[in-house]
């Protein structure tokens, strides 16, 4: 129950309104609504701010009124970001995946926002298969079939070495959407340089975009935190240190400058820094926002990220919200 319809020629930061036709007249069920609209991205040197709102983690099993969205819209943001677990179908099987994406989509509050504000999605276990699952999926491509039917990415990895991960450009801000299921080695393989969460292909991919990128800020997309809170073998980061910490260390060895984290998962709010000047570089920041429609998880302080800048936020569903300033200085506010 998708279609794909791609608009060509389209003027940068520019509001366009559209209506749904089916058959030369107005949709059945849509006739009653106001035109919708959508905002094209600015042009690259843009001074203005940018308002980046993310989130993870929307269980319309748990919650099917999901109040967080009126909230969202209320703040204005140029752009929303999913961050994995968009949907839990928690299956192997894509019909399943497939039906909670509807569901999810269903929800009345959450109609605004997709009606008028570009999403962006990445995947995390549970709308990529079961829970914390890896690159043995042995559907994982079906299931990456049914990612594309639902969301209007840019691009779903390349040609030869499919996946959800991408880069998008807005104004003076380059993301690049990572991957972290489809080349995943499973969680408990043992640490070594080896053990990869993004694979060979997609590693050589990111390094080369942060290499080449001249965006002031730099953003790394990912469903699961960054940090080593969840301890070896946890379902992030934690369980692919060396890969993390290599990436790190190109980014110093190559001057790359303004790169931020983005994760959610967690099921709370939360601000952590990894140390990194003191091995000549500086610190990354990752900003964290989970759950959207859940209870907050009461185990936030038995995790151990290196620095906690915040006590996290754990009264419920929560988003983040990015604002990028942009000018002689750029500046990154992160609430």
Partial sequence: YTIVHKLLDLQANKTYYYRIYVEGAPGRYLRVDPPYQAKTAPYHDTERVIRVAFGSCARFQEDGLQPIWRSVIESSPDLFLWLGDTAYGDSEFPQFLAEEYRRQRDVPSLQPLLQSVSQLAIWNDHDYGLSDYDRTHPRRDQALEIFRNYWANPAYGTMRHPGVYFKYSYGSVDFFFLDGRFYRDPNEHPPSKYKTQLGNAQREWLRE???????????????????????????????????????????????????????????????????????????????????????????????????????????????????????????????
Avoid at 222 to 243: C, V
Avoid at 305 to 316: A, S
Wanted: no cysteine.
């Fill in 209 to 335: 975009g942060l290499w080449k990128s001249r965006a002031p800020f730099k953003v790394l997309v990912s469903a699961g935190g960054w940090s080593r809170g969840k301890g070896p073998g946890g379902d992030s980061w934690s369980a692919f240190l060396d890969e993390r910490d290599s990436l790190f260390a190109y980014i110093q060895d190559n001057e790359i400058e303004g790169v931020v984290l983005l994760s959610g998962d967690t099921h709370t709010g939360e601000l952590n820094a990894i140390p990194w000047s003191h091995e000549g570089g500086y610190d990354f920041y990752e900003f964290v926002s989970s759950p959207l429609t859940l209870a907050s998880e009461d185990d936030s302080e038995e995790r151990d990220p290196e620095v906690r800048i915040r006590t996290p936020y754990d009264g419920g569903p929560n988003f983040g919200l990015l604002e990028f300033g942009g000018g002689v200085t750029p500046t990154l506010t992160f609430r």
